[in-house]
């Protein structure tokens, strides 16, 4: 019997927690749902973790090439009508699948549903939510931000026939918004507000992948994508520089909290130079005072034409 939805899930080196993402999509309270398990060339003991779910999954193990390869692999596995995707170290709420099936079944014209998330810090406790309301062609919403949490998604199959590549596997983190933002301009979407997954934040998910240079490469990636519809290129170019300043202060955030603090800095200022507007001023100002022992950064920058907008106390 053919499934009705197939949940892909990439992996490598999860073995304390892939069982809890299996368990999750056990847990649903939909029938006809078909498990695939990409292992991306584990070597901590995942491979034994899955072996207790052998009647219960579809297992594809490769050498280790990433998650994009790994997500592809499993896209062209699956049977289902319904793509759906979880991460490995993520878990669904029971409901999930059944109330994102409604939506799909309501809205016929719509290509992909996602929900809200509630994150967890590595003991378990809730730290913030993602919960947004969305719906339509949501590529200018796509261009500016991402509100769509990958393990959240389903989407319908025929969404991505004659799409290529799906996730780019050049790219070492953002391959996910990169292909949902192409899918945005083609596709109706609807994002609702439930909170549906919940989000394992670890320590190796929140590293510095996320670089000016990757950022660069997906804003690249979807400037070509865009180029092929006047209208979209249009948009595109009006919102360039907001765009490229919204991506410099999300780098420049991530840099801050791993420590990088000279880094932040520099982020922020390539973020004020191309779009001020686009800058959080108080954050862009806590970036650029702290931490205590690099406070002098302000006198040492007081001559420089940006900063000078910025400060405003005493000297």
């Known amino acids: 019997m053919t499934p009705k939805v197939s949940v892909v899930i990439p992996c490598f080196n999860r073995c304390g927690t892939i069982g809890r993402a299996i368990d999750s999509v056990l ?40 998650v994009s390869v790994a997500r592809r692999n499993g896209i062209l596995t699956a049977r289902g009508e319904l793509l759906a995707f979880l991460d490995s170290d993520d878990e669904w709420y029971p409901n999930k699948l059944s109330h994102q099936l409604q939506q799909l079944s309501q809205y016929a014209e719509v290509g992909l549903v996602a929900c809200g998330a509630e994150f967890v810090n590595e003991r378990g406790v809730p730290v913030t939510q993602s919960s947004r309301s969305l719906m339509g062609r949501i590529t200018d919403v ?18 991505l026939v004659g799409l290529e590549p799906l996730f780019r596997p050049e790219q070492a983190s953002g391959e996910d918004y990169e292909l949902w933002t192409r899918l945005s301009a083609r596709f109706d979407f609807l994002i609702s507000p439930e909170i549906l997954v919940r989000y394992h934040m670890t320590k190796d998910g929140l590293n510095r992948k996320f670089s000016a240079e990757t950022y660069r490469r997906h804003y690249e990636a979807i400037n070509a994508f865009l180029a092929q519809d006047p209208a979209l290129a249009e948009t595109m170019v009006r919102r360039h520089r907001q765009v490229s300043g919204g991506l410099h202060f999300r780098v420049a955030y991530h840099l801050y909290e791993e420590g990088a603090y000279w880094e932040a800095r520099w982020e922020v200022l390539k973020a004020l130079m191309y779009s001020p507007q686009s800058v959080p001023l108080p954050s862009a100002m806590a970036i650029l005072a702290a931490p205590r022992s690099v406070r002098n950064l302000g006198r040492q920058l007081r001559g ?12």
């Open 142 to 159: 796509m261009l500016r931000e991402n509100p769509i949490v990958t393990s959240s998604v389903v989407l319908r199959r025929s969404c």
């Open 304 to 315: 420089y034409p940006l900063f000078t907008r910025l400060h405003s106390g005493p000297p």
């Open 27 to 66: 847990a649903q309270d939909v029938p006809d749902i078909e498990i695939i398990v990409v292992d991306d060339g584990s070597t901590d003991g995942t491979a034994s973790r899955l072996a207790r779910y052998a009647h219960r999954i579809t297992l594809l193990q490769q050498p280790n090439q990433g």
